[in-house]
């Protein structure tokens, strides 16, 4: 069974700060799709940054980047010069390669951007 | 840029009542998918539909259905509404090979 962790419930950073969320996935599929979705209070699933798993880069957004561990099964984001817009809860997923592509989420983490 | 639209955006039923959801996809997008996440909760996938069939299914209680009509506008029916119902349930959209794009969500409360 396909499952996603984020061991990290809660996690502040300081305004212009760097801070890096961890997620660990289990999988059995050979080629699939990692993602981190933002959560803000309105509660509108936002799509930060995606990641093929058969891609040895690292996927990055501007201001947000992923280390992708494949063999350690590891999927970090790291927020760089935090802005208090960033305040929210983060979700991990992974999604297959199939057109079925349903999404298995973690736990997810809440970050606060203190000023 | 057209996005996924849900409709309504709030609900308040009682229970034992019955529960519509409606979700239109993104013009041009094949698959929808159905999540439930409870107050503090990931969510969870419900059920997808791929070309107007059912292509997965998971954690959806059998007072739950869904379809997919036509005009790729896809309906969640729930029935014999129970208090662990109340959640924010979000349809998704995708065309093959792109990333799912999530409508602002439906808050169904059941009291």
């Known amino acids: 069974a396909q499952t996603v962790t984020q061991s990290q419930p809660e996690m502040s950073v300081q305004e212009a700060e760097t801070v890096t969320l961890s997620c660990t996935y289990d999988t059995s599929e050979n080629n699939y799709y990692l993602f981190w979705y933002k959560q803000p209070p309105s509660r509108q699933m936002i799509l930060v940054i995606r990641?093929?798993?058969?891609?040895?880069q690292n996927a990055t957004e501007n201001r947000f980047s992923v280390n992708f561990q494949k063999a350690a099964k590891s999927f970090s984001l790291k927020i760089s010069d935090s802005q208090r817009g960033d305040t929210a809860m983060y979700f991990c997923?992974?999604?297959?390669?199939?057109?079925?592509?349903?999404?298995?989420f973690g736990q997810g983490t809440t970050l606060q951007v203190k000023p | 840029a057209a996005g996924v639209i849900q409709s309504p955006r709030h609900l308040i039923k009682e229970k034992r009542e019955t529960a519509t959801l409606k979700c239109y996809p993104i013009p041009r997008h094949d698959t929808v998918y159905w999540y439930q996440q409870g107050p503090g909760q990931d969510p969870q996938f419900l059920i997808s539909?791929?070309?107007?069939?059912?292509?997965d299914k998971g954690s959806i209680p059998d007072r739950f259905s869904a379809q997919q009509f036509s005009d790729y506008h896809s309906e969640l029916n729930m029935s014999s509404l129970e208090l662990g119902d109340s959640a924010l349930y979000f349809c998704a959209s995708t065309r093959t090979g792109s990333e799912q794009f999530f409508g602002p969500g439906t808050r169904l409360t059941v009291l």
């Open positions: 539909f791929y070309e107007k069939m059912q292509s």
């Open positions: 990641q093929e798993a058969y891609k040895q």
């Open positions: 997923a992974q999604g297959g390669s199939s057109n079925t592509g349903k999404l298995i």
